[in-house]
């Protein structure tokens, strides 16, 4: 009768090395005490040689043995316990295999245990190993605190390329500098520099800090520098780099250039520095290219040029429209008046003639027919070029006020008195007036006339007599009004914002870097958002 091997049992031997045929050879010697090899071949459907070599390591571990009988060799297993036996021993050398495992692995966490608190040293030399240590340093992304040996100006270093794209590297990344340094002529002019280079400079007498070369920290890096030789050695030490950032706070606390309420720095814990407002927005503006805010400052320039090009040509159309109305007005009007009426008066006794009550009673019928027209009056040329003198003013008769506050301001000034018939005007000064050309025909006097009412934009003609003139309608409306018409049709400031969104947006469009800068940006709020 047959005695199969359990799952588990044949799973065991596996795992104690035991192949599938040596498996199959041992089911066998279980169900029969001694068999040959070809015998065992012949029932496990395997070749002699095969079964050949199964019986030979088997033999080897002492699980079978074997006997002549008739002359044959014939196989058979040896008692239980040698197989049980081979697996103990199976068992305790996986043991050992595996506590050496684990004294290996304890030694070796042991030894980069103890190589992390060993101090590590880096050196660098020549230019490109000056530049590859400054970039290491700012790949530790955290505050740098320097030992700085002034001995140029800045624009006279000869790594000044290297830390102005150092600069702008730190400004983008945040990373603020703080200074110690020797004081002198050279470090004083260093340190009023400091608001433009997202830093801060203390200075120290040479009694208290002396150093001829650069020093670093940042992290548990102390860094020594020396630019002149083109040399760098980075050492990495935990416990050095804590005492050399206390000593640098002592140093800097200590205060020998005296800080106003100003201050670049506040440390309200130790954990928290702040940084003013005006190293921000000067450094903000250093960051960028001297060729970026030259083309900014250009289109800035090319904007505000454009927008007052636009805004004085709205103005010329809207004066002169303006003005042709009331040269309209006063043609149409012109011929109402009869000129012996205006030969008449003379003088200030003549208001109370019915010759001049006629003309007040038209000239005030003409402003009020007619919106925005602020003065109306009547002129006469007289012999001498450019000088006119008054003959009626729908602001001025007998009956009337002889002074009007026209800007109340409380105070009486010539041009707010009443004119009277024969009060001469000089108009030399406006070109209208001084070239004749108002006794020529129609005319428009759009310039900046300025009277106590403020500007003003006038149009008038000449009324003739048999063609010789004896006298000049003219009508006038205050500036006030006519910029409200100015400004419902165009607004520079806005026209000038607009202009600037495009020339910006243009320089954005050129720039694929601040694009893609632009565009992640978006992307993260867009993100941030659709997760709240």
């Given amino acids: ?42 029932k496990t459907a395997k070749s002699t040689g095969i079964i050949d070599q199964a019986i030979k390591k088997m033999l080897s571990r002492g699980v079978v043995a074997r006997s002549i009988i008739n002359d044959q060799p014939r196989y058979h297993l040896l008692s239980l316990d040698a197989l049980i036996r081979l697996l103990n021993q199976d068992r305790a050398s996986k043991q050992l295999a595996l506590e050496r495992r684990q004294k290996n692995f304890e030694a070796f966490i042991a030894t980069v245990t103890a190589n992390r608190s060993r101090p590590d040293m880096e050196y660098f030399e ?3 190993g000056i530049k590859t240590a400054y970039h290491r340093l700012l790949e530790q992304k955290k505050e740098m605190l320097a030992y700085a040996a002034i001995t140029c100006k800045e624009e006279e270093d000869p790594l000044r390329t290297l830390r102005l794209d150092l600069f702008r590297q730190r400004r983008k990344q945040n990373i603020f500098l703080r200074i110690l340094a020797t004081d002198s002529a050279l470090a004083r002019r260093f340190q009023s520099r400091d608001h433009f280079e997202y830093r801060q400079t203390k200075l120290l007498a040479e009694s208290e800090l002396f150093i001829p070369f650069e020093k670093i920290i940042v992290g ?43 201050q670049e720095i506040v440390a309200e814990d130790k954990h928290a520095t ?7 927005i000067a450094s903000y503006l250093r960051a960028f290219a001297p060729g970026y805010i030259a083309t900014f400052g250009f289109f800035c320039v090319l904007a505000l040029a454009a927008t007052y090009g636009l805004y004085q040509y709205n103005l010329a159309l809207l004066r002169e429209e303006v003005g042709n109305r009331l040269m309209a007005i006063a043609i149409t009007a012109a011929p109402t008046f009869d000129p012996n009426d205006l030969d008449e008066l003379h003088w200030a006794k003549d208001m109370k003639t019915a010759a001049y009550q006629r003309v007040f009673q038209k000239l005030v019928a003409l402003r009020n027919n007619n919106d925005k027209i602020t003065y109306a009056y009547i002129l ?39 004119v009277a018939p024969g009060i001469q ?5 406006f070109e209208a007036y001084a070239s004749g050309r108002v006794a020529a025909g129609p005319f428009l006097d759009i310039g900046n006339t300025v009277d106590q009412g403020g500007p003003s934009v006038g149009a008038g003609t000449p009324i003739r007599r048999d063609g010789k003139v004896v006298g000049i309608l003219r009508l006038d409306t205050k500036i006030d009004e006519f910029y409200s018409i100015v400004r419902s049709k165009f607004v520079p400031w806005e026209w000038f914002f607009s202009i600037m969104t495009i020339l910006a947006f243009s320089r954005f469009i050129l720039d694929k870097e601040v694009a893609k800068k632009f565009l992640k940006k978006l992307r993260f709020t867009r993100r941030s958002s659709s997760s709240v």
């Fill in 380 to 418: 006469r040329p007289t012999s001498r070029k450019g000088v006119f003198e008054f003959v009626a003013d729908a602001d001025s008769n007998y009956n009337l006020p002889f002074w009007v506050d026209t800007n109340n301001d409380g105070k009486e000034q010539p041009s707010e008195y009443a």
């Fill in 126 to 128: 020549g230019e490109e």
């Fill in 1 to 42: 009768m047959s005695t199969p091997l359990p799952a588990s049992i044949e799973a065991h031997l596996k795992e104690a090395g035991f192949t599938a045929t040596e498996l199959l050879v041992l089911k066998k010697l279980l169900e029969e005490e001694a068999l040959t090899v070809r015998e065992i071949a012949a």
């Fill in 425 to 429: 005007y000089d108009g030399s000064e």
């Fill in 220 to 262: 548990d890096i102390v860094a020594c520098i020396d630019s002149a030789l083109q040399k760098a050695c980075f050492i990495r030490y935990p416990e050095m780099a804590h005492a050399e950032r206390g000593m640098f706070e002592k140093l800097w606390n200590r205060q020998s250039d005296s800080q106003t309420s100003d």
């Fill in 274 to 280: 702040f940084i003013s407002l005006k190293t921000k």
